[in-house]
């Protein structure tokens, strides 16, 4: 057995185990594993394993590897801060989008979505800790933008993204996540009817499911420790 096999069993184990202790059921929670950085032969073995879905952050680098791997019924989500001269490229070849943020992005990747493939699955990246040196949409101004996004012709809004500040606190975990549940329970009852709360990471993805993560997104405790991006000018 390889170690990104084990490793894969290891964590869907851990997502298991938090969503029975939650009283929840395990299958409502999918694992998206976050390959950025790493080579297509990682992702070609993690598929060989049953993984089907990939999260990617640099979109130059994403490119090459969905075209490397096309001969494989992958499911690919862009999850990284994403520059609107890259929009286009995106919306070719994503199935999903978890970091919008903004009224400019969203009506780029609308126009952008080719018309021949589905509506491209969004979900708005919330600030939730409020630190500036993190994407997201404060969450005062994000009723606002989900209404926009929702009425975008190519587009199809299922939820809210967040990365809370890191932390071993247990408690604080589970704090920060359950301010974003809140958030989409907000939404929902305007009648948003969001079904997706894309939370949780390798070191915090039981505080997550904890708190209603429908999609946990884990790149180490699959992969192993992040390679170093190549600075290509290209994101």
Same mark, same amino acid.
């Given at each position: 057995?390889?170690?990104?096999? /084990?490793?894969?069993?290891?964590?869907?184990?851990?997502?298991? =185990? #938090? @969503?029975?202790?939650? $009283?929840?059921? &395990?299958?409502? %929670?999918?694992?998206?594993?976050?390959?950025?950085?790493?080579?297509?032969?990682?992702v070609?073995?993690a598929?060989?394993?049953?993984?089907?879905?990939?999260?990617?952050?640099?979109?130059?680098?994403?490119?090459?590897?969905?075209?490397s791997?096309?001969?494989l019924?992958?499911e690919?989500?862009f999850?990284?801060?994403?520059?609107?001269?890259k929009?286009?490229?995106?919306?070719?070849?994503?199935?999903?989008v978890? /970091?919008?943020?903004?009224?400019k992005?969203?009506?780029?990747? =609308? #126009? @952008?979505?080719?018309? $021949?493939?589905? &509506?491209?699955? %969004?979900c708005l990246?919330?600030?939730?800790?409020?630190?500036?040196?993190?994407?997201?949409?404060?969450?005062?101004?994000?009723?606002a933008?989900?209404?926009h996004?929702n009425?975008?012709?190519?587009?199809?809004?299922?939820?809210?993204?967040?990365?809370?500040?890191?932390?071993?606190?247990?408690?604080?975990?589970?704090?920060?996540?359950?301010?974003?549940r809140?958030?989409?329970?907000?939404?929902?009852?305007?009648n948003?009817?969001?079904?997706?709360?894309?939370?949780g990471?390798?070191?915090?993805?039981?505080?997550?499911?904890?708190?209603g993560?429908? %999609?946990?997104?884990v790149?180490?405790?699959?992969?192993?420790?992040?390679?170093?991006?190549?600075?290509?000018?290209?994101?």
């Open positions: 057995m390889t170690t990104i096999i /084990s490793a894969l069993q290891a964590v869907k184990q851990r997502i298991a =185990s #938090a @969503a029975l202790q939650a $009283e929840r059921v &395990p299958r409502d %929670i999918h694992l998206l594993a976050v390959s950025k950085t790493f080579p297509a032969e990682a070609r073995e598929f060989q394993a049953g993984q089907t879905a990939f999260g990617e952050s640099y979109v130059q680098e994403a490119v090459d590897k969905i075209s791997l096309s001969d019924p992958l690919w989500h999850i990284g801060p994403l520059q609107s001269n929009t286009r490229l995106v919306a070719e070849h994503f199935s999903w978890h /970091s919008v943020d903004r009224v992005i969203a009506d780029r990747l =609308s #126009a @952008a979505r080719p018309s $021949e493939l589905p &509506p491209l699955q %969004i990246e919330i600030n939730i800790s409020g630190e500036a040196s993190k994407s997201g949409v404060a969450p005062h101004e994000l009723e933008l989900a209404t996004v009425a975008l012709p190519r587009l199809k809004l299922r939820g809210l993204m967040a990365i809370p500040v890191a932390t071993d606190d247990t408690a604080l975990q589970k704090q920060q996540f359950r301010r974003v809140e958030l989409l329970d907000n939404l929902n009852r305007k948003f009817q969001l079904d997706t709360l894309s939370i990471m390798s070191n915090d993805l039981e505080s997550a499911v904890a708190e993560a429908t %999609i946990v997104r790149g180490s405790a699959i992969f192993g420790v992040r390679q170093a991006h190549k600075n290509t000018g290209l994101r």
